[in-house]
């Protein structure tokens, strides 16, 4: 007898409990819709609120770069350390084996080289491939100040456009051109108006000072940029300077696979960033892993 024909009343509905309503558990992100919250948690790891990303996108628009020559030998060993990836389609399908559980930030810009002016960037990728990847973001590069500025800043509102519509968050990523001053006060300017367009997220450089401000003007998480390769105790007392400045996570990419031990290197990153270990402590990790490796 099916249990609505019993008319049994044994059921216990807690009425003295409420119901629970917890709050997602990223900045700025409770607004957001299931689907949306859910790639997010594919990205940043729910227990500690912050993420390591590996960046390995550097080939859209700069070729081949040094360690990234065979993503195959060099990056796939590097995945289960990671818990998200920022790449291309092209790399995504061709190497990346499809039994990565982690998230995926696809690259969702493109269409200028290093080769001419960079800011000249169109969207790359069609929401439906996006959807087809099943990814956790996608990623757009925003050129506050540089030649092409509206129309980077216009990419990325079509992507938040398309992202709604589909519950896929879109990362937006300050980009810097070579003449332009980093600093807190250009950061802050820039990081907002993603925010205020509607980024899910920012990728940001560290500045050594008013990092803080910058997070805390931003009402969206931000993750700090690698930028170029720095020894590894300056990459590892940056990547802990962020997070202690508020930074929900890193997303690292020459540090990382141009380092001399790219494995332990990323094992560090990830201590500082979810365990919050000081730099030094880290660097000793990173050595003892290194060594053992030999
Ligand atoms: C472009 O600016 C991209 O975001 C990069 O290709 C990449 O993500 C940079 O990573 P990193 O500066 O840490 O090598």
């Not at 973001?137 to 709604?164: C, P």
């Not at 201590?271 to 660097?283: F, G, N, S, Y």
Request: with cysteine.
């Amino acid at each position: 007898m099916a249990e609505w024909e019993s008319g049994k009343e044994a059921k216990n509905f807690h009425v003295d409990i409420p119901y629970e309503n917890r709050p997602f558990f990223l900045k700025g992100a409770n607004a957001l819709d299931w689907g949306m919250q859910n790639r997010l948690a594919r990205v940043f790891r729910p227990d500690s609120g912050r993420a390591v990303m590996l960046a390995i996108d550097h080939g859209y628009f700069q070729g081949p770069t040094t360690g990234l020559e065979r993503c195959d030998l060099n990056i796939v060993p590097l995945l289960p350390l990671c818990d998200a990836l920022m790449l291309t389609r092209g790399m995504l399908r061709t190497t990346i084996p499809s039994s990565f559980t982690g998230g995926i930030v696809l690259r969702a810009s493109g269409g200028s080289s290093i080769l001419k002016e960079l800011s000249d960037e169109q969207i790359a990728v069609d929401i439906d491939d996006a959807c087809r990847l099943d990814v956790a973001a996608i990623t757009v590069q925003v050129f506050i100040g540089g030649k092409f500025e509206s129309q980077s800043i216009h990419n990325m509102t079509r992507l938040v456009d398309l992202g709604y519509r589909y519950g896929i968050p879109v990362l937006a990523v300050t980009a810097v051109g070579k003449d332009m001053v980093r600093d807190a006060r250009y950061f802050r300017l820039a990081c907002r108006i993603c925010a205020e367009l509607g980024a899910q997220f920012v990728k940001t450089y560290y500045v050594e000072t008013g990092f803080d401000t910058v997070v805390a003007s931003c009402p969206v998480p931000i993750v700090m940029a690698g930028g170029k390769k720095l020894p590894e105790i300056d990459a590892l007392t940056m990547a802990a300077n962020a997070i202690e400045q508020g930074a929900s996570g890193v997303d690292m990419g020459r540090n990382i696979f141009q380092s001399d031990a790219p494995a332990a290197m990323l094992q560090a990153v990830r201590k500082v960033v979810h365990e919050k270990m000081p730099p030094r402590e880290a660097l000793d990790l990173y050595r003892s892993l290194k060594e053992k490796k030999r």
